[in-house]
């Protein structure tokens, strides 16, 4: 598993060396699991990717940001408005599940979507940020 996370990892590092300025990159790969994080400028945004990888687990989490402020991103964390769109009323059998969506501005807005790739968000950022929400 952590060979094939450090080449699918070292993909990603470089696209976003290519994409953005100031790029900080942190990942720790074991046996086990695997974490990327790489910060970086897409001027006049920040851009935050996150990856963590387990056995039958993959979660991310992928933001564009004006200082502090959420322009737009893509995660697929246990949201729990992304959980009552998915599960309606039920939505707390599954509080733990994680479910794939989009932020948009200040987080005022959510929507369902399909799986996200680190791949897809940086060469789709310029689209993305276009037709913002």
């Known amino acids: 598993m952590a060979r094939a996370l450090d080449e699918g990892f ?3 590092i470089a696209l976003a060396r290519a994409r953005l300025t100031e790029v ?5 790969v074991d046996a086990d699991r695997a974490i990327l994080i790489i910060e ?6 920040r851009i935050s990717i996150k990856e963590t990888v387990n056995t039958g687990r993959r979660r ?3 933001y564009v940001l004006q200082g502090e402020r959420v322009i737009l991103g893509f995660d697929n964390h246990a949201d729990r408005t992304a959980l009552r769109l998915r ?3 039920g939505f707390v059998d599954h509080i733990h599940d ?5 932020h948009g501005p200040d987080k005022r807005t959510t929507t369902l979507t399909a799986v996200w790739e ?6 789709e950022l310029d ?3 276009a037709f913002r929400d």
């Open 60 to 62: 991310y989490a992928y």
């Open 40 to 45: 970086g400028k897409l001027d006049p945004y």
């Open 127 to 129: 689209d993305l940020l």
């Open 98 to 102: 994680s479910v794939p969506h989009r």
């Open 24 to 28: 900080r990159v942190e990942d720790d």
């Open 10 to 12: 070292a993909d990603i």
């Open 118 to 123: 680190a791949k897809r968000f940086l060469l």
């Open 87 to 89: 599960f309606g009323e």
